[in-house]
């Protein structure tokens, strides 16, 4: 397994949100994309998203962790939608920091949050459900999009 797997998704999207609030700090850019209403409406938007992908995991008593081993194929709530709703949900909240904080540099940390997630963990968890869950997944895939 890669190094960089080891670490949690979550921890990328804060390394990115911190790295951006300090190239902000730096840059000084004015306050040009200043919507906080759009802000507060992306945050409940991917936390709302996020949650409810993680109660089917809780539901099913299967793992959330990227690389956990998955005991259950989900296929109900937003995953009839999107393959990967809680890393869409992350890349919302990390998006509302844009507009919530009024700069542009914040969305550099969903922009590395998604490269992040679509060349690394996405790959590497496809693999595995195709081994554990083969026509079952390929089945998922046809219905589901990877992203929204």
Known sequence: MN???????????????????????????????????????????????????????IRVRTTPLPTGEPSTLIRGGPYRFTRNPMYAGVLL?????????????????????FLIVDRLFIPFEETRLERLFGADYADLKQQARRWL
């Open 3 to 57: 190094m960089l797997l080891r670490i949690p998704p979550p921890v990328y999207a804060l390394v990115l949100l911190s790295g951006c609030y300090g190239l902000n700090g730096l840059l000084s850019m004015p306050p040009n994309l200043y919507f906080p209403a759009l802000g507060i409406i992306l945050a409940a938007l991917g936390m709302i998203l996020a949650l409810w992908a993680w109660m089917h995991f």
């Open 93 to 113: 909240v990390l998006a509302s920091t844009a507009f919530f904080l009024g700069s542009p540099i914040y969305l550099l940390a969903p922009a590395g949050f």
